[in-house]
Nanobody
Framework: QVQLVESGGGLVQPGGSLRLSCAASGFTFSNYAMNWYRQAPGKEREFVARISNFGVTTNVPDLVKGRFTISRDNAKNTVYLQMNTLKPEDTAVYYC?????????WGQGTQVTVSS
C-alpha cells in the first residue's frame, strides 16, 4: 500500500530555514510526480510545490517562489522541501502528496511553526 511519511518540521524563528523530507513506499517512486501542500489553522489546504518524476521540472506558486525549493532522490524514494527565509505566515502542517492510479494519497503531515 502507498505510504508517505513526512519529517523535518519544527519551530524556527522568522528568517530561518527548514528542510522537510517525505519517504515514500508502496509504488514505483520514480514513475510519479510528487507534491507538497500545507494547511494553516482555519484555512484550506494549499499547493506549495511540485516536482516531476525525474526531477526535471519543478513548480512552486508565487507565494513561496524564491524561498522554497523542491527536490527528490529517486534512489532513496524521498522528496524534499527546502524552505528558506521563513515567515510567520508559513506556519502550517505540511503534507506530502502523490496521485497514484487516479487516487490522491497523503502523509500524516509535519508541523512547521515560524515564530520568535
Amino acid at each position: 500500500q502507498v505510504q508517505l511519511v513526512e519529517s523535518g518540521g519544527g519551530l524556527v524563528q522568522p528568517g530561518g530555514s527548514l528542510r522537510l523530507s517525505c519517504a515514500a513506499s508502496g509504488f514505483t517512486f520514480s514513475n510519479y510526480a510528487m507534491n507538497w501542500y500545507r494547511q494553516a489553522p482555519g484555512k484550506e489546504r494549499e499547493f506549495v510545490a511540485r516536482i516531476s518524476n525525474f526531477g526535471v521540472t519543478t513548480n512552486v506558486p508565487d507565494l513561496v517562489k524564491g524561498r522554497f525549493t523542491i527536490s527528490r532522490d529517486n534512489a532513496k524514494n524521498t522528496v524534499y522541501l527546502q524552505m528558506n527565509t521563513l515567515k510567520p505566515e508559513d506556519t502550517a502542517v505540511y503534507y506530502c502528496n502523490v496521485r497514484y492510479r487516479s487516487r490522491e494519497y497523503w502523509g500524516q503531515g509535519t508541523q512547521v511553526t515560524v515564530s520568535s
